[in-house]
């Protein structure tokens, strides 16, 4: 069985501060994701990994950054939290080969910033 | 770029009831076609999908047909349980790329 896993289920932090967002994938996937949730917009991707120190852009990733050190691990940051990054984030992985990969997602942090 | 117009909810049906959420979207070439499904509290989990023109993805009762002429993934159940309470999303996902362009989502409440 695929199993992503996040750090956290619920997150609160003060405006300004440094923010670590972890998600560990068991199924050795390459290719690992970041997305927030918010209600009526549906999922938006914040930055897309296909490789262990390889990273991409995705739709909205202002005031964002990821780190990918091991090939299990991907994480987001922010590196100065602000109110408008209230959200549920969402992490998920998968193979890079095949038509239509499926992607695995985590149950998701709830963040909150004050 | 790529986008899905996804039917806006909430959708609120008696159990046993007939269910269709459309969805259509624009993406270049041949793109893979995805319906997830998030329970309260949950992630995204796959409910189905269909790769190619015509194919039909089908799982829990579930099923949706991949008409390219129509440009639509349309998700049908014959009969909603309870259980079937949860938010919908339609994505698809542009060939030759790994990435999912997601629907905003459709709230389905089933009633007793």
């Known amino acids: 069985d695929v199993k992503v896993t996040q750090s956290s289920r619920y997150l609160v932090k003060r405006t300004g501060e440094k923010v670590f967002l972890e998600c560990v994938q068991d199924m050795d996937h390459e290719n690992m994701f970041w997305y927030r949730q918010d209600p009526g917009l549906g999922l938006r991707l914040i930055y897309f990994?296909?490789?262990?120190?390889?990273?991409e852009k995705g739709d909205i990733p202002e005031g964002y950054s990821v780190s990918r050190e091991k090939k299990e691990r991907f994480s987001l940051i922010l590196e100065s939290a602000s109110t408008n990054q209230t959200s549920m984030y969402l992490c998920?992985?998968?193979?890079?080969?095949?038509?239509?990969?499926?992607?695995?997602f985590g149950p998701g942090t709830r963040l909150l910033v004050l | 770029g790529d986008s899905v117009t996804q039917m806006e909810g909430p959708v609120t049906l008696s159990e046993e009831a007939f269910l269709t959420i459309n969805c259509t979207y624009t993406?270049?070439?041949?793109?893979?076609l995805f319906w997830y499904v998030q329970y309260p509290g949950e992630g995204l989990q796959l409910l189905l999908k269909?790769?190619?023109?015509?194919d039909k993805g089908s799982n829990k009762g579930f099923e949706a047909t991949y008409r390219k002429e129509t440009t639509s993934f349309h998700l049908e159940k014959g009969s909603v349980q309870v259980s079937d309470s949860a938010v919908y999303f339609c994505a698809p996902m542009r060939a030759g790329s790994y990435q999912l362009t997601f629907g905003k989502g459709t709230k389905l409440s089933v009633i007793p």
């Open positions: 998920a992985s998968s193979f890079p080969y095949g038509q239509g990969p499926t992607q695995y």
């Open positions: 269909a790769t190619k023109a015509d």
């Open positions: 993406a270049t070439g041949y793109p893979s």
């Open positions: 990994s296909y490789d262990v120190k390889m990273k």
